[in-house]
Nanobody, 119 residues
Framework: VQLVESGGGLVQAGGSLRLSCAASGSTFSIRTMGWYRQPPGKQRELVATITSRSGSTNYADSGKGRFPISRDNAKNTMALQMNSLKPEDTAVYYC?????????????WGQGTQVTVSS
């Protein structure tokens, strides 16, 4: 599975950005997709995840209520609508896909897209 993110950039505090992730390859194996971020000098952390079948979502406190996650299974895409952005949201945002194939756990990552929020 290959994941390609898009939509990052520079935005002022209070603004919005929409991140997109396009999956290709053996997408039938994907069970959950999600967004993670790595702020400067910090470890990578969860932002939100969404399951393939039911569309169940899970949010970290940082994004709850501000960053709705969505997925289009027909197009194999996932999006993160980032609203009311804060300077502390500045990070590299990564798309993630997890699943199982032939009894093997799968874990794929995109290359990341930079989001910078200015104060």
């Amino acid at each position: 599975v290959q994941l390609v993110e898009s939509g990052g950039g520079l935005v002022q505090a209070g603004g919005s950005l929409r991140l997109s992730c396009a999956a290709s390859g053996s997408t039938f194996s994907i069970r959950t997709m999600g967004w993670y971020r790595q702020p400067p000098g910090k470890q990578r952390e969860l932002v939100a995840t969404i399951t393939s079948r039911s569309g169940s979502t899970n949010y970290a406190d940082s994004g709850k209520g501000r960053f709705p996650i969505s997925r289009d299974n027909a197009k194999n895409t996932m999006a993160l609508q980032m609203n009311s952005l804060k300077p502390e949201d500045t990070a590299v945002y990564y798309c993630n896909a997890r699943g199982v194939a032939a009894g093997t756990d799968l874990d794929f990552w995109g290359q990341g897209t930079q989001v910078t929020v200015s104060s």
